[in-house]
DNA sequence: CGCCCTCTTGAACCAGTTCAAGCGCAGTGG
DNA sequence: CCACTGCGCTTGAACTGGTTCAAGAGGGCG
């Protein structure tokens, strides 16, 4: 295995949970592929044959409408999994996939996954509890998209993204700002607004990206109604 | 086994799809339960010690922000699954659950579902499958919501909800107007505001419930975008 | 009958979109 | 070296879908 290799599965929660057989199995029966920003990992509703794990980079799963409006339904990032729901059943995949960043991700035979279910049934559970995860972060996206204003879905990102570093909270913007916005179901421009009107709750440039110089005061933000923000702040 | 535990259990993918020994043991270690309209299932936040499978009635999965709002997360009815991915992982409900009218449930111990999975791998593969499923639901449900005006999701929402019935396409809404609303992500008074446009579109009133005349209107509203839907119509 | 509850309707208001213009910056080519 | 161009981002102004608040209609029930 080469030395990538196996700080990659380690990195990921399936493969690291894995006994050391299955995960060897699975290794051997797989590639590592390189995408290039913006190139397609797979298309919606191709037949979905391989599931990926996320080694490096962005990519983002999304839909296209017949009217042309493109939905994006998760972003992934390095040890996550992509296309196991749709590969595992053997249909088409539900959504595209598209490398939002440069990216490297191990390309993963569907047939390989089913037989190591078959031989090593705790792989099977490692598998359902990774889906029960993927169940979590969609529930949580919906609940954001149902009750939080778009101010707030770009608060609440920002908190999710934030890294202490000496001391202080940064973010650093993980892509675009048009892919966020899209991410968080909004335009672009309103994201740029969303943006300009945290500097009032301490959101500042900082570097590369942004600190949240009063944390509390964007948990307050999140957690307040519509009807509190119109009167305070 | 009583025979509406039998036709309750060929009514639900999980357990009809289990090999008899498996359905046998769950179904004996249940116990089935009755609920009235408005009462508690489970509670967020409670620990995770039972799944249930929905024999009757509309159960509402549901999370409330700190600032006091309701985020309808999913609506389950007659032979659908109820908090596995919360009470497998041992952990506590990750939303709660109200019976959206009267409804009955078999109530399973989490542990009778692990030792089910242990016993029987094959069982295991089928609460993959199935969770796979609620992916595709959420999947869905965020598309809707990033990409639908009120009125193309309330659309959406009756085509769904549609059965042809002597040649009619009729819709019998499953719940009160207030939930449906708040299910779709709209305030009331909204949800009755893009019913009296859908009129327009061929959604007349039918009996208890609606009948769609032009499926097609429909489904072209529903694929129009926003532009096309100011200038039209 | 009065009471409660759900649903509808109306009018004012606001968050977010749309459309259009402009800025800063990297890449390209003269 | 600098003008030109394309792209991501911001800003402004007009507009609109949806909310909010308030009032009223209809229906079930003690």
Redesign the pocket.
């Known amino acids: 295995m080469q030395p990538n290799l196996f700080a990659a599965s380690n990195k990921c929660p399936v493969l690291s949970k894995a006994s050391s057989k299955s995960r060897d199995y699975l290794i051997q029966q797989s590639r590592m592929r390189r995408f290039e920003r913006g190139e397609t990992i797979f298309l919606h509703e191709d037949t979905a044959a391989n599931c990926y794990i996320l080694v490096n980079g962005w990519a983002k799963l999304y839909r296209i409408m017949p009217s042309g409006a493109e939905a994006v339904m998760r972003m992934h990032t390095s040890g996550e999994t992509i296309g196991f729901a749709d590969a595992l059943r053997g249909g088409t995949y539900q959504t595209g996939a598209d490398a939002a960043s440069e990216c490297i991700a191990l390309e993963v035979p569907a047939a390989a996954i089913r037989a190591t279910i078959a031989k090593d049934p705790e792989f099977g559970t490692i598998l359902l509890t990774n889906s029960f995860e993927q169940i979590d972060a969609l529930s949580e996206q919906i609940e954001t998209l149902k009750c939080l204003?778009?101010?707030?879905r770009v608060a609440a990102f920002l908190l999710q993204h934030a890294r202490k570093r000496q001391d202080r909270l940064i973010v650093t913007l993980p892509y675009?700002?048009?892919?966020m916005a899209a991410y968080l179901?909004?335009?672009?421009?309103?994201?740029?607004?969303?943006?300009?009107k945290l500097k009032t709750f301490g959101v500042i440039p900082a570097g590369e990206g942004l600190e949240i110089t009063d944390p509390t005061a964007i948990d307050e933000l999140i957690h307040s109604?519509?009807?509190e923000?119109?009167k305070g702040a």
Chains 1, 2 share one sequence.
Request: net charge positive; glycine share 12%.
């Open positions: 204003s778009g101010m707030q675009e700002k048009g892919l179901g909004i335009k672009p421009e309103s994201l740029s607004r969303a943006l300009s109604t519509m009807n923000l119109r």
